[in-house]
């Protein structure tokens, strides 16, 4: 399959209605469904067996690995990273005999943000910026920019730089330390990890 540059590649068995907006040069794999209304912007892979809901907004350069269904209420900013069979959820309390479409809880899944493989996140959270959620690990809460998240239910246990790599850091209190990879300084103030 090919693409113009400013066109998205789009498999042969992927499913995109009409009205779904794809930006340039992402790529839809197999047995995709993105629905109408859509979003999804430049820069993006859809791996197989995605299903993207209609009330979803997705940035530039987003990485959804495969059997990862976005539905409705959904919002991811540019550069996440959506590992393999992870779980979003948009109904809190769902009951099949009860239909709760209009009590549809938003998650909020800003910059930057790595979710580890089978992870759930819980709809009605935000993970911030750069925080990054460990493989298996059940988010019920929001979650801080930076922070590394493991557990059911998950628990902070560290920090991490925008490269993805763990700072060595305490969780309370001060200190300032420098990502091993790319020598970017960080420093806690106030409980927060703030990029200097």
Known sequence: MTAAADEPMIHETAIVDDGARIGAGSRVW?????C?????????????????GNKVSIGDNVKIQNNVSVYDNVTLEDDVFCGPSMVF???????????R????????????ATLGANCTIVCG?????NAFVGAGAVINR??????????????????????????????EGDGETACPLTGDLYRIEQGRLIAL
């Open 30 to 34: 197999h047995f995709v469904h993105v």
């Open 142 to 171: 929001d979650v801080p920019a930076h922070a590394l998240m493991v557990g059911v239910p998950a628990r902070q246990v560290g920090w991490m730089s925008a490269a993805g790599e763990r700072l060595d850091l305490p969780l």
């Open 89 to 99: 959820t948009n109904v809190y309390n769902p009951r099949s005999a009860v239909s």
């Open 101 to 112: 479409k209009d009590e549809y809880r938003d998650t909020n899944v800003r910059r930057g």
């Open 36 to 52: 109408s209304g859509a979003v999804i912007g430049r820069g993006c892979s859809l791996g197989q067996n995605v299903f993207v």
């Open 125 to 129: 959270v935000e993970v911030g910026e």
